[in-house]
């Protein structure tokens, strides 16, 4: 399955929607890189509002403020804004998101639902999963690989988080996203070794 493959259809699918969205937050000043730093603290408010012991409405934040994650790339190709710093601030700030959401979870798990040590290290692993995905990537880019392949991309992680936090289904979704997450992560070992290969 190619990276994005979902995304992509849907970005597509929703691009009547989101272009003029994006024109217009463009048209009230904002630019690609704000839009960034606002998802960014949309999911540090979703964090903070599910260690308060809210998870309907951490997902809530969640579905309203996610869209920035593409808008922020719709506006920046539609305004010409399109920027290696941009490209790298909004790559970071995506692993910092996914932080600030699974450390939320580990303290409303620990806090408030009291459960076991072992779902903390579910908790660990799920982020640690994330971020070797996306780390795989980008290390393979820099090295002048293609590595557009896996099965989790970022948006199936956070569409998987929030189906999790609103049906109390955690454990079982965070071995999903821990096993997924690994399996991308030899997809895009094996697909670089495959490309140096034929280099």
Known sequence: MQEGAL????????????LPAARFLGRLGFTPNMLSIIGMLAYVAAALVLASGH??????????????????????????LVSKFGAFLDATLDRYEEFFVYTGLMYYLMAYLQKDPVVAVLVVTA????????????????????????????????????????????????????????ITTIQRTYEVVRQSRSA
């Open 55 to 80: 998870p309907l409405w951490s997902a809530a934040i969640l579905i309203l403020f996610s869209p920035l994650d593409v808008l922020d790339g719709t506006l920046a190709r539609d305004s010409g």
């Open 127 to 182: 982020l640690s999963g994330s971020i070797f995905v996306s780390y795989a990537r980008a290390k393979a880019e820099a090295l002048g690989f293609q590595c557009n392949v896996g099965i989790l991309t970022r948006f199936e992680r956070i569409v998987l988080f929030i189906f999790a936090i609103v049906t109390g289904w955690i454990e079982p979704v965070l071995v999903i996203i821990s096993i997924l997450t690994f």
């Open 7 to 18: 995304s992509d259809k849907l970005r597509d699918l929703f691009q009547p929607v989101l």
